[in-house]
C-alpha cells in the first residue's frame, strides 16, 4: 500500500513537473541554434550595411540592489557610421560623453575634457560592443569575450562575458537585447556584480536622419 | 640633499600649521572665539541625497554621481558612480569604523580610502574630529572648516545656502592637490526599485 502510494505521489510530482517546466519555458529565453545564430548574425549585418546613423532617446537605470534603490539618468543617444558614439545626457543634469574614433571627448558644465581611450579602457570596450552591435560584428569580437544568444518569441539577447581581467573586474557581463522583428537596439546591461547594475533602454529610434558629423566633433 | 628635505619637510609643517581661515572658532567651554556646537552642514533627514561630484587631483579630473543613503544611529553609505553607471566606490560608515564594499583598482588604496572616509565623517558631523577650526557667518551657518594637519591638511567650504543647507560643498587637500567639489542636485532622486 505504501509502495503504491509512493508510486502515485512520484507520479504526480513528474506530471506536476513536466507541465510547469512548460509553462516556464514559454515565457523564458532558450538558446539559439548555431543555424539561428548565422541567420541573425547575417541580418544584423545586412541592417548595418544601410544605417549610417541611429539616434534615440535612452534612459540610464542604475540598480543600487544593495540600497533597493535605483537611479535615473535620461538624455539622447547618436550613433554613426563606423566609430561614432554620443551619450548626451539632459537629466538630472547636463552631461556629454561622446566617441570619436578614439577619442573621447566629455562636456560637463562647460567644462571640455577630451582623452585617448586607450587611457579609458572601459568606455574603449564600451565603443567596440556597440560598434559591433551596429555593425553586425558581434561574431567578429575578439576571443577576449564569450558570447551566447538565446531568444524568445519577440527578442534575441546577446550575452558577452569579458574574459580579460582588467575589465571582468568591473563587468561580469553585458547583455544585448534586440527586437526580433526590427533587430534594434532595446537594452544594454551592464552587470557589475557586487549587486549593481545599469540598464540603458533606447526608445523611439530614427535611422539615417543624421546628416553632419558636428555633434561628434571633438576639437 | 639630505638638508633640503629636512628643510622642506619644516616649512610644510610650518605652512600646515597656519590657519587660512580668518575670524576662525573652535569648539570649547568658554573663551574667546569658542562656540559650544557647531550646525550641520548635510541636511539630515531625507533617506538618500544625490550629489555631482567632482574631483580633481593633480592634472585629472573625474566628475560622477554621489549617492548618500542614512541609516539608524549616525550610519551611512556613501556610493560613487560614473555619470555612465559604474560603480566607482561604495563605502559605509559609521561612529568608529568604515567598511568599504567595493571600489575599483585605481583608487583601491588604504590611504586614499582612509582620506575620503575622514571628508565625508566632517561632512556628516563637522566636529567629528578635535582641534578644528571654524569660520561661522552672522546667520550662524558654518561657512568653512580647516583641519591641520601636515600631508592631509584639510580646508572645507560651503557656499550657495538654500533652505538652511549649502549647495555646494567644497572639500581642498592643498599639500596633496587634491579638490573635491560637491553639488546638491535637488531635481535628482533615487527611487526604490
Redesign the interface.
Known sequence: MKRVFLYFLLTIQTLFLVYSNGLIAEDKMKPMSQQEISEFEIALKNKGETTFSMESQFV?E????????????KGIFRYMKEDKIA?L?E???K?H?IINGSKLK?V?NGKI?TVDLKNNP??KE?KGLIEASFLGRLSGMDSSYKITYFQNDNKIFVFVVPSSKGVS???RKISVTFDKATLDILQLL?D?G?K?S?V?YFTQPKFNTIKSDESFRIL | MKAFAYFSLIFLLTLSACSTLKDSVRIGKSGRNVVTSVPRVIDTVPDTQIFELQMNFKDDEFSGLLLLKKYDNEHYRFILTSHFGLTVFDMEINKRDYITHYCIQPLNNQRALYLLRNDFSMLLKPDFFPNIRYKIDASSRLTALERAGSITKTVMYFTGYKDSWPSLLSIEHPHLKLYIKLTTLPDASASPI
Request: no cysteine.
Open positions: 540610464q542604475k540598480n543600487l540592489e544593495m540600497l533597493n534603490r535605483k537611479m535615473i539618468s551619450f545626457y537629466t538630472p543634469l552631461y560623453m566629455i560637463n575634457q572601459m568606455m564600451m573586474d568591473m563587468i551592464l557589475e557586487a549593481s545599469t540603458y
